[in-house]
């Protein structure tokens, strides 16, 4: 009797719970009573929103929330293209300024602002904020403020970039600088409040604890509401100097940090955009009707790197051979199952100068014959090698056990080591992984800056130990190179050697794909692979 | 009763002290150089010497120890290096979303379990006995990613009985005013009941999951702790005075079997609070599960201990929570002292 009961109300508790949830499950937002224009809200699954600084924010999510919030002094241009989506076209266009003049030398920009800017609280933008913004972007506070102040050629911000009057600002470059336009249309210079930051400057004086919590916005969205790690939710904000571009009113970004929910969520339409899916979903999603799968080429790129200064690597027939030996096209279609393009050395056919003859040519061609002859030409028979990879790369481990498979029929036992993401990012960056699968992505689409933070010698981010005076040299002089032919020419032969050293073997470039629903379009890809949201729209 | 409850807390403060010594010096060892990560892929050596210097990290391991354990003193568990932030504030920011769902599997545990081990307990080798065990054995053996994944799959997305895993609350519904963290509650408090009402619901499967899984070693206990009491010699006594079966059930069997079904629910109340991250991650729960999960992937130091620390109280109240509920349960347990 008793435990009947006590079974009964079990049985009443739980359905209960499910009638709770059932009960809530239709209605959310019609409590509050709000009518929310619903064509033009979004809500995009992506990670969590850790932070808002522009100068310090890493994560993937939160880049994405910081370039949406702030506007700079110029922006990248898009325009639609194949595949029903924005690129950029490689142009800027003004930001929060009218108008640029160039000193003949090239040496001196002065930069007008627009008039009557506000942020989105209706504080005046002024060009105070501009100065603040950017000399915070190349303080020690900031993370890019080393190779920001290299390429831009400001060595000594304080003295170099001053408010002439409210709204005018002068920028004197210790030298001409071909991509200071990439650098300023970065987030990392996004223009946020002088008056806040100097008002909470924290412990560092340069206010990081209070951007980080706070956000002053400048761009196209301001920051309606944001719940901690869950989700963060930003408005059109009509303040903004191209407001009138804004389509998206409403956008919510959720943290969802399991991408297979994050996949049944879009499915089941309860998010509109998911991002950063696997390449598995990304395909399974492409059979849905009620689904779009957007596929971008990007610069991410994964490579197989080579330690010249370590044996066996330190003989070039190794290196030659295991190039060769490389299913290129297995790991993109494997792998990658098909969303990934042929990367052509060190700079991605996507890239400006790149040595590509077109898009679907590897540096190396898969010749497995070839590659064991080498080996065995010059007495390398029997090697044993250990190729690390991280552990939480799953892109990365898949590609190992290709890759192993690869070599073993050239006669190279190769053993994988995972290593824990930490671990291995250390131990890359430090050059103690003499064989490894690594992957990149420059945050400025530059040849030459991608070039100098890959593999120029003693680079702190050069993994895979390359070493090339020549190399060092012509990419150095690139840098500060105005003459895009010239550019061109110098760009072209630090690829030749990075390829005919066989040191840094590019595996391939990884496409940028989204998942959406079927109506949704007007997704903007930037060159630093985030989302300009603005353009969201719904069919 | 209050020296005992001194003599506890003194106790639970010297093992929190040692935890706290433990987990600095373990977390030390862990490979990886935190500044490095902070730093990103595109810093130069001196930027990444600047944030060693930032998170002092580049002073020796004593003095490291001693500025740990002067903010511990403070309650200050340190900075998060992977986003800059107070992790005594995150950790308490994300605290109630995980004593929420815990709290509220713990009770789904607690009712399953000993309904289901008092069932199996009072059938003794019969179906309902059968049952029980098979279906302990079974769940016992299915891992709680794969339980979750397939519950949000038939009960979400093909049958629609529960919303989405999509956090604490549905999409477009703002959390309730902040006084206890807990949506639940504070909804309540804000007379906003449809708030309530949603979190509630969002809650619903995880709890679920969380209490089907909990409750295994529950019923287990509880029915072997109950058939063991009412085979005892009061039990039988009682019996031979043709006492009812609900009333020798009550007396003998449950009341003596309660401190080993509390001790078990103390154990599951710890796992709880301590093993949710797969379950928060699925659920994109914004606990301090998901918070470890991220720090460890980036060597978050500071997070790591923070977490280790609180989870570490957590486990010690409850033992000092456990043990006062034996005196309750049974009066024949006195606290500090030996059995009557």
């Given at each position: 009797m008793i435990h009947s009961r006590i079974a009964r109300a079990a049985a009443l508790g739980l359905v209960g719970l499910v009638a709770l949830a059932?009960?809530?499950?239709?209605?959310?937002?019609?409590?509050?009573?709000?009518?929310?224009?619903?064509?033009?809200?979004?809500?995009?699954?992506?990670?969590?929103?850790?932070?808002?600084?522009?100068?310090?924010?890493?994560?993937?999510?939160?880049?994405?929330?910081?370039?949406?919030?702030?506007?700079?002094?110029?922006?990248?241009?898009?325009?639609?293209?194949?595949?029903?989506?924005?690129?950029?076209?490689?142009?800027?266009?003004?930001?929060?300024?009218?108008?640029?003049?160039?000193?003949?030398?090239?040496?001196?920009?002065?930069?007008?602002?627009?008039?009557?800017?506000?942020?989105?609280?209706?504080?005046?933008?002024?060009?105070?904020?501009?100065?603040?913004?950017?000399?915070?972007?190349?303080?020690?506070?900031?993370?890019?403020?080393?190779?920001?102040?290299?390429?831009?050629?400001?060595?000594?911000?304080?003295?170099?970039?001053?408010?002439?009057?409210?709204?005018?600002?002068?920028?004197?470059?210790?030298?001409?600088?071909?991509?200071?336009?990439?650098?300023?249309?970065?987030?990392?210079?996004?223009?946020?409040?002088?008056?806040?930051?100097?008002?909470?400057?924290?412990?560092?004086?340069?206010?990081?604890?209070?951007?980080?919590?706070?956000?002053?916005?400048?761009?196209?969205?301001?920051?309606?509401?944001?719940?901690?790690?869950?989700?963060?939710?930003?408005?059109?904000?009509?303040n903004y100097v191209h407001a009138e571009d804004v389509f998206a009113e409403k956008i919510t970004i959720l943290n969802m940090p399991d991408l297979d929910q994050r996949y049944l969520a879009v499915k089941n339409g309860d998010i509109d955009v998911a991002l950063q899916l696997t390449p598995r979903l990304v395909q399974e999603a492409a059979s849905d009707e009620a689904l779009r799968v957007l596929t971008m080429p990007s610069g991410f790129f994964y490579f197989l790197g080579m330690n010249p200064k370590v044996a066996p690597f330190d003989n070039d027939v190794v290196r030659q051979a295991i190039a060769k030996a490389i299913p290129y096209e297995q790991l993109m279609e494997e792998v990658m199952l098909g969303q990934a393009s042929p990367a052509y050395g060190i700079v991605p056919n996507n890239m400006e100068t790149s040595i590509a003859p077109d898009d679907k040519t590897t540096q190396y061609e898969t010749n497995t014959a070839a590659a064991k002859k080498l080996l065995e030409d010059a007495g390398l028979e029997g090697l044993a090698v250990e190729l690390s990879v991280s552990s939480s790369d799953q892109i990365s481990v898949d590609s190992a056990v290709y890759i192993q498979s690869a070599l073993a029929?050239?006669?190279?036992?190769?053993?994988?080591?995972?290593?824990?993401?930490?671990?291995?990012?250390?131990?890359?960056?430090?050059?103690?992984?003499?064989?490894l699968i690594g992957n990149w992505v420059s945050s400025v689409q530059d040849p030459f800056f991608q070039m100098r933070a890959v593999l120029l010698t003693d680079r702190a981010t050069n993994q895979t130990g390359f070493s090339n005076a020549k190399f060092d040299e012509l990419v150095l002089t690139g840098i500060d190179e105005g003459d895009d032919a010239e550019r061109e020419r110098l760009s072209a032969l630090a690829q030749q050697i990075v390829i005919d050293e066989a040191a840094f073997v590019n595996l391939f470039a990884m496409d940028t794909s989204v998942v959406t629903r079927a109506d949704v379009s007007g997704i903007a890809l930037r060159s630093d692979q985030l989302f300009q949201l603005r353009y969201l729209t719904r069919e | 009763m209050a020296r005992y409850l001194f003599q506890r807390i003194g106790s639970s403060a010297v093992t929190i002290a040692i935890m706290a010594i433990l987990v600095f010096f373990a977390s030390r060892v862990l490979p990886g150089d935190p500044a490095l990560v902070r730093a990103g892929s595109n810093a130069t050596p001196e930027l990444i010497a600047q944030v060693r210097t930032q998170f002092g990290l580049d002073l020796p391991l004593h003095q490291q120890f001693l500025q740990y354990l002067y903010g511990l003193i403070q309650g200050d568990f340190g900075t998060s290096i992977r986003t800059g932030k107070s992790v005594t504030t995150e950790l308490m920011h994300r605290l109630p979303a995980t004593l929420e769902l815990s709290l509220v599997g713990f009770l789904i545990a607690s009712l399953i379990g000993i309904s289901m081990g008092i069932i199996a307990a009072t059938n003794p080798n019969r179906w309902p006995d059968t049952l029980v065990r098979a279906l302990t054995a079974v769940g016992g053996s299915i891992p709680s990613f794969w339980l979750a994944l397939l519950a949000i799959f038939f009960l979400v997305y093909n049958l629609g009985v529960f919303p989405s895993p999509i956090g604490r609350l549905p999409l477009g519904m703002s959390p309730p005013p902040r006084v206890t963290g807990f949506y639940t509650l504070d909804g309540l408090l804000a007379g906003e009941v449809s708030v309530t009402l949603a979190a509630l619901g969002q809650l619903a499967l995880p709890a679920l999951i969380l209490g089907v899984l909990g409750s295994i070693s529950v019923t287990r206990i509880t029915r072997a702790s109950t058939i063991e009491a009412l085979a005892s010699g009061h039990a039988r006594a009682a019996r031979g005075f043709n006492l009812k079966s609900p009333s020798i059930f009550l007396q003998e069997g449950l009341r003596n079997a309660l401190p080993t079904v509390i001790t078990a629910m103390g154990l599951v109340a710890g796992y709880l609070i301590a093993g949710n991250i797969i379950i928060e991650k699925i659920f994109s729960w914004p606990g301090i599960g998901q918070y470890l999960a991220t720090a460890i992937s980036q060597s978050d130091l500071d997070v790591v201990q923070g977490f280790v620390i609180i989870v570490g109280i957590g486990y010690v109240t409850i033992n000092l929570i456990v043990d006062l509920l034996y005196s309750v349960a049974d009066p024949r347990i006195e606290l500090g002292g030996s059995k009557s």
């Open positions: 059932g009960c809530q499950a239709e209605v959310p937002g019609e409590e509050a009573g709000q009518e929310v224009e619903v064509s033009r809200t979004f809500v995009i699954g992506a990670g969590e929103v850790e932070g808002l600084d522009p100068i310090l924010t890493k994560s993937y999510t939160a880049l994405q929330a910081t370039a949406n919030l702030y506007a700079g002094l110029v922006e990248e241009e898009f325009e639609p293209v194949e595949g029903g989506y924005l690129a950029t076209t490689g142009k800027h266009i003004n930001g929060v300024i009218e108008s640029t003049e160039t000193s003949e030398d090239g040496r001196t920009l002065t930069y007008r602002l627009v008039d009557g800017l506000t942020f989105a609280d209706g504080t005046p933008l002024t060009s105070e904020d501009v100065v603040y913004s950017m000399k915070r972007t190349l303080s020690e506070a900031s993370y890019v403020a080393g190779s920001s102040s290299i390429f831009m050629h400001i060595s000594d911000a304080e003295s170099q970039i001053v408010a002439i009057d409210e709204s005018t600002i002068e920028v004197t470059l210790d030298a001409q600088s071909p991509a200071l336009n990439k650098f300023l249309a970065q987030s990392t210079f996004s223009v946020v409040s002088a008056d806040a930051g100097m008002a909470n400057p924290g412990k560092d004086g340069s206010a990081t604890d209070y951007f980080t919590n706070n956000a002053t916005p400048s761009g196209p969205f301001a920051l309606e509401d944001w719940a901690g790690a869950e989700s963060m939710t930003l408005v059109k904000n009509s029929e050239i006669g190279v036992t190769v053993n994988i080591s995972k290593m824990a993401e930490v671990d291995f990012i250390t131990s890359s960056y430090s050059q103690k992984l003499p064989f | -």
